[in-house]
């Protein structure tokens, strides 16, 4: 039940851009995004919602295929400030809950100068 | 605005001892979640209130573990007679209804 991020981890030079992908084997109402710097909170990015859509603002941006059960988010033109694990939790189900979100195990970014 | 705060932000116990980690969230928010989080890997929900209302509490490991939230603002989650296993990190999260989670800081609960 737990969903499936790849990859484990990236290293990127500013400036290069990244793909973080979230799959589940159990139909999704929606993906939520969160990135986690060392010791501190996770800090929420975005929330797709059952209909394929993509949202975004600035350089991340995500999409949702539905059918797929998938969920990726789009890192362009990475900053330094985008180091850090980023972690997709899974809503499951047809109707929103809005609890018990199942998270991955992250994948860990590495942004370098 | 202030976000969600927790306390305190590291506890060290002896085995079998009772703690007590404690989440203020944000002011207004209906629901309240709490998370484990073991070293490197995601949050893991244990349990989810609606106001005062514990709805979920299918993650909570074993009955040493209870948490509350007796006027749907701040909530204590406490585990009795600790164990090793018990060390995690312990994650308070709160939300409007039907919207994002947002995240408290933690509390590091280490179990010798």
């Known amino acids: 039940q737990q969903p499936v991020q790849s990859p484990q981890a990236v290293i990127l030079r500013e400036g290069e851009d990244a793909v973080i992908n979230c799959s589940s084997s159990?139909?999704?109402?929606?993906v939520h995004w969160y990135r986690q710097k060392h010791g501190e909170a996770p800090v929420f990015l975005m929330i797709?919602?059952?209909?394929?859509e993509q949202k975004g603002h600035e350089k991340i941006s995500a999409s949702f295929n539905e059918k797929k059960q998938q969920s990726s988010l789009y890192l362009t033109a990475s900053q330094l400030s985008y180091s850090g694990t980023y972690f997709c939790?899974?809503?499951?189900?047809?109707?929103?809950?809005?609890?018990?979100?199942?998270f991955g195990k992250g994948t860990l970014l590495t942004v370098n100068p | 605005g202030a976000g969600v705060s927790q306390s305190p932000r590291y506890k060290v116990a002896k085995r079998g001892q009772d703690v007590a980690l404690r989440c203020d969230p944000i002011s207004g928010h209906v629901s309240l979640f709490w998370y484990q989080q073991a070293l490197g890997q995601g949050p893991e929900f244990l349990t989810y209130f609606q106001n005062e209302a514990q709805l979920d509490k299918s993650g909570l490991p074993s009955d040493r573990f209870f948490a509350e939230r007796p006027e749907g603002s701040v909530s204590t989650l406490k585990i009795q007679r600790t164990q090793q296993e018990d060390s995690a990190v312990y994650l308070c999260a709160s939300s409007l209804f039907h919207s994002e989670q947002f995240f408290g800081p933690g509390t590091r609960l280490t179990v010798l």
């Open positions: 159990k139909a999704l109402y929606s």
């Open positions: 797709l919602l059952k209909g394929g």
């Open positions: 939790g899974t809503e499951i189900g047809s109707g929103g809950s809005n609890y018990k979100l199942t």
